[in-house]
């Protein structure tokens, strides 16, 4: 008679078995099984015994053979000492070092700054593009300060551009100006004013 029992009911010792000059690691060999058990893969131990291939002296291996949620067998190395599945690697969560942690802090912060450079850069060339439309029929035009210009405020989602441009007009008298450029994510609004 086959009796079947899951992961829920107590395990059935009377399926593991050890030869009587290693009855010492029979205590083991439970711990051993239980520990199978509680493994998601197995719901059920079929059988357990020692792995004489793999053991050596004082340091048992067990071979438990499990029933998945498939039907099928398989068998789940145990180390005798530690308990610990050899075949199934339960993943165990890893503490970080200070400086894995102060690495982690300095590729988010990268991150950060490389996004925020990149925000930066296509509200520039929002601004840009306003202000070469309003400004297509001015000749001669030169910007002063460095190009693009850091923004006067700077948020996530908007920025505020202020430069400084020399233009001639038709007649050729010189001609100074004062940009002000205020861009968000849908929309640039460019306010050009002469500067003294």
Known sequence: MLLLCSSANALDQERLWLPVKYHKYYLDLVEAAEA????????????GQ??????????????????????????????????????????????????EIEQQRLLEQKKLEEERQQRKAAFWARCEQEFKSQTEYMAQMVLLGE?????????????????????????????KYRVSCRVNEDSAEVKIKPRR
Not at 75 to 80: F, K, L, R
């Open 147 to 175: 190009m693009p210009p850091e923004p006067t405020t700077f948020e996530n989602s908007n920025a505020k551009f202020k430069f400084n441009f020399d233009a001639k007009d038709i007649s050729g008298t010189p001609l």
């Open 50 to 99: 020692m792995d004489f291939d793999q053991s050596q002296p004082d340091h048992p291996i067990f071979r438990i053979l499990c029933r998945r949620h498939d039907g099928l067998s398989y068998n789940e190395m145990v180390d005798g000492l530690s308990k610990a599945t050899l075949t199934t690697v339960i993943p165990t969560p890893r503490v970080l070092t200070p400086e």
């Open 36 to 47: 199978a058990e509680r493994l998601e893969n197995c719901t059920e131990v079929l059988q």
